[in-house]
Each structure stands twice: as structure tokens, then as C-alpha cells.
Nanobody, 113 residues
Framework: VQLQASGGGLVQAGGSLTLSCVAS????????MAWYRQAPGKPREMVAR???????NYADSVTGRFTMSRDNAKSTVYLQMKSLKPEDDGVYYC????????WGQGTLVTVSS
């Protein structure tokens, strides 16, 4: 199993980024997937979760700003992030919340104020 996140970078507060995460070695279309982030010195937290048929839930801190989507044909989940804030800083990962796999390297998001 491999979870490869990409798309992070440095962005100014108020800006946008779209992250991607490709999952290999799993039956992706049947798997609930989630995005997580880990800020420096803080525990990893889930920011968005999506069922296999596309129903999403979000952490309160990102509701209205982040949108998760998935393409089952490409075994890929996306996280569109808008109105980014400095507190959105962190390494972002994808994983399956109810059957977690080994964590990938994640992708770093840095929001400058």
C-alpha cells in the first residue's frame, strides 16, 4: 500500500491550494478516505473525510473553506483549500480512517501571514 500526497507549498494567507493523494494497493472505490494534517508540535488531526460514494464531512476549523473530492477511477482524493490561514500550516496526509495504512510522507503546506 502506498499513499502519495502532493500539491503542498508556500502560500499567502487568503490564498488557495489543491492537494492530491494517490492510493495504490487498496480497493480504493470501496474505501472511506480522509485528509489529515499535523502542525508542528501538535497531534495529527482529521480535517475531512469522504465516503466511497462521495459524502464528505469536515472539521469545524475548515468547514466552508476546504472541499474534499475523489476520483475512484484514478484512486485519488483531492483537497481544495481556500481562504488559507496561518493555522492551516502543517503536513497533510491522506489515509483510510477505519482501516489505516502506513502513513505516507505527506505534503507540506505553509501559510504566510
Amino acid at each position: 500500500v502506498q499513499l502519495q500526497a502532493s500539491g503542498g507549498g508556500l502560500v499567502q494567507a487568503g490564498g488557495s491550494l489543491t492537494l492530491s493523494c494517490v492510493a495504490s494497493g487498496i480497493i480504493f472505490s470501496h474505501t472511506i478516505m480522509a485528509w489529515y494534517r499535523q502542525a508542528p508540535g501538535k497531534p495529527r488531526e482529521m480535517v475531512a473525510r469522504m465516503t466511497s460514494d462521495g459524502v464528505a464531512n469536515y472539521a469545524d476549523s475548515v468547514t466552508g473553506r476546504f472541499t474534499m473530492s475523489r476520483d475512484n477511477a484514478k484512486s485519488t482524493v483531492y483537497l481544495q483549500m481556500k481562504s488559507l490561514k496561518p493555522e492551516d500550516d502543517g503536513v497533510y496526509y491522506c489515509n483510510a480512517p477505519f482501516a489505516p495504512f502506513a502513513w505516507g510522507q505527506g505534503t507540506l503546506v505553509t501559510v504566510s501571514s
